[in-house]
């Protein structure tokens, strides 16, 4: 197998890292631990370092931050700003214990919530997306009409979830909150829509 050689100027490469660190920005800010992760980042970045650090302009991350809540700082970016005051490593760089469990404990209730929300938006997405036109694409799937023998529908739906309301790829924690709100709203929902087949 032949291998192809690319070749990369430094200005190629900072372009390309700079695109990625803003894409993974845009992505986060619109989460609840995303948006207290920027308030962190943007709290540390305020609080040593100077305007650029690792090559990196931290200042963005309260810009994307604040563009990502319609022009407001949520809630949860102050939490996190002022979670890494309270919590945050000491000047050496080193955790405290307790400290470090108070914010990873934060962390994990936001993203519990972000789980939950995505969920919740995915059940939205099938039950009113054109109509609801969704349900018979789910009854034809799960009573087998699609495929002769039925069959979970995900696959084929949360692409156009990803592109309808999320606008990028869902990682693999979102596909299983996904996947665990489907079946839940499925055990209810399947009788009512099944009654017929």
């Not at 005051?85 to 469990?101: F, H, I, L, P």
């Not at 993203?111 to 694409?137: C, P, S, Y």
Request: aromatic share 12%; charged share 30%; with cysteine.
């Amino acid at each position: 197998m032949n291998k192809k050689l690319i070749r990369l100027t430094e200005q190629d490469l900072h372009r390309i890292v700079k695109e990625s660190v803003n894409r993974v920005l845009n992505e986060v800010g619109d989460t609840k631990r995303g948006q207290y992760m920027l308030g962190r980042l943007k709290n540390r970045q305020s609080n040593g370092g100077g305007k650029f650090a690792r090559g990196i302009n931290y200042n963005d991350a309260s810009d994307y931050a604040y563009k990502a809540n319609g022009n407001s700082y949520s809630d949860d970016y102050q939490q996190g700003y002022e979670d890494e005051e309270k919590y945050g490593r000491n000047a050496d760089s080193t955790w405290d214990g307790d400290k470090y469990r108070r914010i990873k404990f934060n962390y994990d209730t936001k993203q519990m919530e972000d789980m939950d929300n995505i969920g919740k938006r995915f059940i939205d997405f099938i039950e009113k997306h054109h109509g609801g036109a969704l349900l018979q694409t789910i009854v034809d799937f799960e009573t087998g009409n699609e495929t002769g023998t039925p069959t979970s529908p995900l696959p084929t739906i949360i692409p156009e979830f990803e592109e309808a309301v999320v606008g990028h790829k869902c990682t693999p924690e979102m596909r299983k909150a996904i996947k665990a709100a489907y079946n839940q709203w499925w055990n209810y929902a399947e009788p009512m829509l099944t009654d017929n087949y």
